[in-house]
């Protein structure tokens, strides 16, 4: 079996084009995480950045502000964290088809 590194080079930069693509998508596509039984909501998209945060109006209490904080912030994390797994899933479909070669960097 003959190595052609410009065929796997031309390979490299139509994943890095997909990736590209996906990054771009990623900006569209959301996920939500919820604390408190859904009362707090957080919206995030694909790359990561907070798109709407939701507060049940039972929850809008002056003597329990610190609740609310704690509510917001676990929402904020969860709603991270589906981001982050939506991207990774995303980001795969492209740099699935290449092999594993150390050294080499996609820009991921």
Same mark, same amino acid.
């Given at each position: 079996?003959?190595?052609?590194?410009?065929? $796997?080079? =031309?390979?490299?930069?139509?994943?890095? #084009?997909?990736?590209? /693509?996906? /990054?771009?998508?990623?900006?569209?596509?959301? !996920?939500? =995480?919820?604390?408190?039984?859904?009362? !707090?909501? %957080?919206?995030?998209?694909?790359?990561?950045?907070?798109?709407?945060?939701?507060?049940? /109006?039972?929850? %809008?209490?002056?003597? #329990?502000?610190?609740? $609310? #904080?704690?509510?917001? !912030? &676990? &929402?904020?994390?969860?709603?991270?964290?589906?981001?982050? #797994? $939506?991207?990774?899933?995303?980001?795969?479909?492209?740099?699935?088809?290449?092999?594993?070669?150390? =050294?080499?960097?996609?820009?991921?």
């Amino acid at each position: 079996m003959k190595f052609d590194l410009q065929s $796997l080079l =031309g390979q490299a930069q139509k994943i890095q #084009e997909e990736i590209q /693509k996906i /990054k771009n998508e990623l900006a569209n596509k959301t !996920v939500t =995480g919820e604390s408190g039984g859904g009362m !707090v909501s %957080v919206t995030m998209n694909g790359a990561n950045k907070v798109v709407s945060v939701k507060i049940a /109006k039972e929850l %809008v209490n002056p003597d #329990e502000v610190e609740i $609310l #904080e704690d509510l917001i !912030v &676990a &929402a904020i994390n969860i709603a991270s964290e589906k981001a982050a #797994e $939506l991207a990774a899933a995303e980001m795969n479909k492209a740099t699935g088809m290449l092999p594993n070669i150390p =050294g080499f960097n996609l820009g991921l």
